[in-house]
């Protein structure tokens, strides 16, 4: 009796000097993980788990089997269900398993929150189990089947973001022809040297692969019971014999991607005899530079030895130089002006035999990579792969640089810029994917599938050129109607002819990141879209005190304009919060402007906006013309907005209309945003909403009714 007691107030004593929170609760799940792949891909299965925002998402639930765990390939996770394999939803974006909680919710967990775990699918029908049976496995030698189309889905850009003072360096352009098929830049002509003053051209590829082939590649699991990387099974051995062929297509048998460049036949651009380059790519990394005779033969410039201390993983960068200068067969000096870099998966430790974090050797894990573009790991693992031509800006010697001699200049400049100097590029490659084999007794077969990435050339080819620069004209301040021209009428106001312009200022109301991007088609919260449509209304936002919400911070950053909002009847709650840093989708857009827009009788035509919550708002604003639904005919009003249809939907409501004429005297002095493009739908209306400028009106106007402006001034604000 006396040994139990003993033991009894033992175990009080103990109790009495543990830890609290031993005895607590552990924190409710408030994510789940939807849709993971377990049991040799015979299994989904989703996992509540609770997260707090700073948290890492994580990698996925293990799922079992080398070779049928090679069925479902993780690719990452999205904030929507995929509809089909490698298609991601309307607005959905990939996050990485290093992306936090709040890349994907902002600053707060919504209610009954999921992310989806995204796989590539080797089986089809897409999210069907791989069958189990013996035979199943053989589907893994077409590893590559459902890929034909895909990994043909290439693009290829040279000096994709147009800055013309960027190519043609420290010029002032002229003019920029952006055709269909070439992109066309005509510049000044001034007379150089070709020593001490040079006509510097710089120049930059970007190789746009399709999404789900970017990331297998980065990905390159292992897919075998010899635990090998299924893209490069056997670059181990050929590392180890230096046995890489120069060969092209099926007889190279190794996966890579050739990245060719044509400089053309003019000699009037100069290639220099030592030419500097740099790549960048983080699931790529250069083994040979061939260059090009005319005769089509190649020559070997740097090889695997070249690169082995240039290559690092922690750095998706390589820099190096290729000696481009040969004899011909006359016995004649000549550069080439054909010069391919090719590219090799970056290799495995061989040691590594953890196949879910196999990222040494010179693969760069996914931890050290930073955020890009998109504000999360996995926009910046799917970033093009670059060459680019490294020129004074990088400390490169005038004699190094691409330039253009001055003779051909003038040339090109005294023919008006008929002619122009060509610049090409095209990429072209193979893959081999192979799983091992699969034996049966004496019966072997072999899991290995290859397929040619077939040659594409850039979407357009770079034209560069010269004229003699003509004197500025001096503008008549009032022309007459006759005189004005249909598209460009600096002075001629719709306010009438003998009025005196009447200048305006628009303020700034998008502003970029600090790494020099506008992240156009990134979602926008409530508080910020509360933020931009109170300012651009002049509503007073002096009232900073906190109104009566569950989800408000106190001193925030946007209380003012929450309040503003309120007042005018912009936002809604939902049962007492108001949900400021959630992400604001088309239809709570819509109500905001509504609350300040002119009211009307319209109905709209979209389909899916009958009976939804802000139908007569969205019926009030497409009234107005302020808005545009897709081509498919709905509005989709549930969608996340963009900043750039936030823009364009502000810029309707608060007639403000830029196009190229309207900024022709600034073109190079707005804001650089390095991730926005001519190219791009909302090129225009970013422009004007990020860039705070004076400006009269000229008579034309465009389908929403508002009136073309003439930039006059940049304004610091």
Not at 36 to 42: A, E, G, L, P, Y
Not at 661 to 685: A, G, V
Not at 694 to 706: A, C, G, P, Q
Request: contains cysteine; charged residues 30%.
């Amino acid at each position: 009796m006396k040994r139990k007691i003993c033991l009894l107030l033992a175990v009080i004593m103990l109790l009495g000097v543990m830890p609290v929170n031993v005895f607590a609760q552990e924190p409710e799940p408030n994510v789940t993980l939807v849709g993971q792949w377990i049991n040799d891909s015979s299994k989904k299965e989703d996992t509540p788990k609770h997260y707090e925002l700073t948290d890492k998402i994580g990698y996925p639930l293990y799922n079992s089997g080398l070779l049928r765990g090679l069925a479902k390939q993780f690719l990452g996770w999205s904030d929507k269900a995929l509809v089909a394999n490698g298609v991601l939803a309307e607005g959905a974006k990939l996050f990485s398993p290093e992306d936090t909680i709040a890349d994907v919710f902002g600053s707060s967990i919504p209610k009954y929150a999921k992310i989806y775990a995204v796989y590539y699918e080797i089986n089809k029908p897409y999210g069907d189990p791989f069958p189990q049976d013996p035979l199943s496995q053989l589907a893994l030698g077409a590893i590559l089947e459902n890929l034909k189309e895909r990994i043909n889905s290439n693009t290829v850009l040279i000096n994709n973001s147009v800055k013309p003072e960027n190519i043609l360096k420290d010029t002032k352009n002229n003019k920029v022809d952006d055709a269909k098929d070439e992109l066309k830049i005509i510049d000044d002509y001034k007379k150089t040297d070709d020593d001490k003053t040079i006509n510097e051209v710089v120049l930059s590829s970007e190789f746009e692969m399709d999404w789900v082939v970017a990331m297998l590649a980065y990905r390159n699991i292992a897919g075998s019971n010899a635990i090998r990387p299924i893209l490069s099974y056997d670059y181990q051995e050929r590392y180890e014999q230096n046995n890489f062929p120069t060969d092209e297509g099926k007889d190279a048998e190794y996966t890579y991607v050739d990245l060719n460049m044509d400089f053309g036949e003019d000699e009037g651009l100069v290639v220099p005899d030592q030419l500097f380059l740099e790549f960048k790519s983080y699931s790529w990394r250069p083994l040979y530079a061939f260059g090009i005779k005319d005769d089509g033969s190649k020559d070997v410039l740097n090889n695997l030895d070249d690169y082995k201390t240039l290559v690092s993983n922690s750095d998706p960068i390589t820099k190096f130089s290729v000696n481009t200068k040969y004899k011909s067969a006359d016995g004649e000096d000549k550069n080439y002006r054909k010069i391919t870099v090719r590219v090799v998966l970056r290799q495995w430790n061989p040691n590594d035999k953890d196949t879910n974090r196999g990222f040494t050797g010179e693969r760069i894990p996914e931890f050290s990579i930073p955020k890009g573009p998109e504000g999360t790991v996995a926009s910046e693992i799917l970033s093009n792969m670059t060459l680019r031509v490294l020129g004074s800006a990088d400390g490169i010697e005038n004699k190094n640089i691409v330039r253009i001699t001055d003779a051909k200049a003038k040339a090109l400049a005294d023919g008006d810029a008929k002619e122009s100097i060509e610049i090409k590029g095209s990429i072209q490659g193979h893959v081999f994917a192979s799983a091992g084999t699969v034996n049966w007794g004496k019966l072997s077969v072999p899991l290995s599938s290859d397929l040619a990435i077939k040659e594409s050339e850039a979407e357009k080819v770079l034209k560069l050129s010269y004229v003699h620069k003509k004197p500025d004209p001096k503008p008549d301040p009032k022309p007459q109607p006759e005189e004005a021209k249909e598209n460009y009428v600096p002075y001629f106001l719709i306010f009438g002819n003998n009025e005196e312009p009447k200048t305006e200022d628009h303020i700034a109301y998008i502003y970029g990141y600090e790494d020099q991007t506008v992240r156009a088609e990134s979602n926008l919260t409530r508080a910020e879209a509360a933020a931009m449509v109170t300012r651009l209304a002049k509503l007073d936002v002096s009232n900073k005190t906190m109104p009566a919400y569950k989800d408000l911070e106190e001193n925030a950053w946007y209380l003012g304009n929450i309040n503003a909002a309120l007042k005018a009847g912009m936002i809604d709650d939902i049962d007492g919060y108001l949900r400021p840093n959630e992400k604001i989708t088309r239809a709570e857009f819509a109500k905001m402007i509504a609350a300040i827009d002119k009211d009307n009788d319209h109905v709209s035509n979209f389909p899916d906006i009958k009976g939804h919550k802000y139908e007569r708002e969205i019926n009030k604003i497409d009234g107005n013309k302020r808005i545009q639904g897709f081509e498919d005919g709905t509005f989709r009003p549930d969608d996340f907005l963009t900043r750039a249809e936030a823009a364009t939907f502000l810029n309707r409501i608060f007639n403000r209309l830029a196009d190229e004429i309207s900024i022709e005297n600034f073109r190079y002095s707005i804001i650089d945003f390095k991730d926005l493009s001519q190219s791009d739908w909302f090129y225009y209306e970013i422009v004007e909403a990020s860039n705070s400028h004076e400006f009269i009106r000229r008579n034309k106007t465009d389908k929403y009714d508002r009136v073309y402006e003439n930039w006059t001034k940049l304004l610091n604000f």
